[in-house]
């Protein structure tokens, strides 16, 4: 078996903004291409299959399992002519051979088929701040995403992305196309939706779209609760041991 790309059906991604999700530390990118999919009700044209993938098998929200695989996901708006492929991975690959072999062949059908510009969504923590970084090989690339109340990324040699994303990220500046790694900075490894909203807040003003993110709001106190048990937690164990004296002197046999 080889690297293949599967079309359930075959749409003109020419001039298509290609967006991919991967997981990373805080999740934000997981979590907000999730949600725009749903909101856009974007549909599903295909997948990446390949004997690179992990050898195991996830499980969907149905309970059934299912090999790993890259989902291909579609919206275009009629009225503006914005088209969105949103390339979906729910596993990392850090494999160097295989890593490459994937990247190449999703370069290559892209490429074939008029996509010249490629957004990676991630998470992870960066300062501290709480805010939305931007990396780049050409500032020109990503006037549309600073306008946007991005930040050019203070670190650029060591970033939250896995080697698959990277080689896609080369691939694409390689040949001088368009190609931006946006990331939410998030201080924990668990999913945070407040960094996904931040990530949706930007990606959306940059795009010149407008969508409700009121549905993240419950998730985001959810979070904010969990953090503070576990900070509480963490405090607890922390506190000072009281000594206590033993009751006797000890002895000794011998």
């Given amino acids: 078996m080889e ?17 991919e999700i991967a997981p990373s530390p805080g999740a934000a990118g997981l979590i907000a291409g999730t949600f725009l999919i749903e909101a856009l009700n974007a549909e599903k ?3 990446v299959l390949s004997p690179h993938f992990p050898q195991v098998s996830l499980v969907n929200e149905d309970g059934l399992a299912f090999p790993s695989r890259i989902e291909l996901h579609f919206y ?11 390339i979906v991975r729910s596993f990392p690959m850090e494999s160097g051979d295989g890593s490459y072999l994937v990247a190449k062949k999703i370069y290559e059908f892209l490429k074939s088929n008029g996509v010249e510009t490629l957004y990676c969504l991630g998470s992870g923590r ?25 930040k050019i990324a203070p670190n650029q040699d060591i970033l939250p992305v896995d080697r698959l994303t990277s080689f896609l990220l080369l691939f694409f500046a390689r040949d001088g196309k368009k190609t931006c790694l ?21 990606l959306l003003r940059s795009l010149k779209m407008e969508l409700d993110l009121s549905k993240l709001d419950e998730d ?17 164990q922390t506190e000072p041991v009281r ?9 000794y046999i011998g």
Avoid: C, M
Wanted: aromatic share 6%.
């Fill in 220 to 236: 985001i106190k959810r979070y904010q609760q969990l953090l503070e048990g576990l900070e509480k937690s963490i405090l607890g």
């Fill in 76 to 86: 275009v708006n009629e009225e503006t002519g914005l088209k969105l492929l949103f």
């Fill in 45 to 47: 044209i295909g997948e």
């Fill in 182 to 202: 946006l990331l939410s900075d998030s201080p924990s490894y668990i999913p945070d939706p407040s960094a996904a909203k931040k990530l949706l807040e930007t």
């Fill in 126 to 150: 960066i300062t501290g701040n709480g805010e939305v970084f931007i990396s780049t090989t050409k500032l020109e690339h990503a006037k549309e995403l600073l306008d946007a109340g991005a």
């Fill in 243 to 251: 000594e206590e004296r033993p009751t006797r002197e000890p002895f």
């Fill in 3 to 19: 690297t293949s790309i599967v079309l359930d059906k075959v749409v003109d991604l020419k001039g298509a903004y290609a967006i």
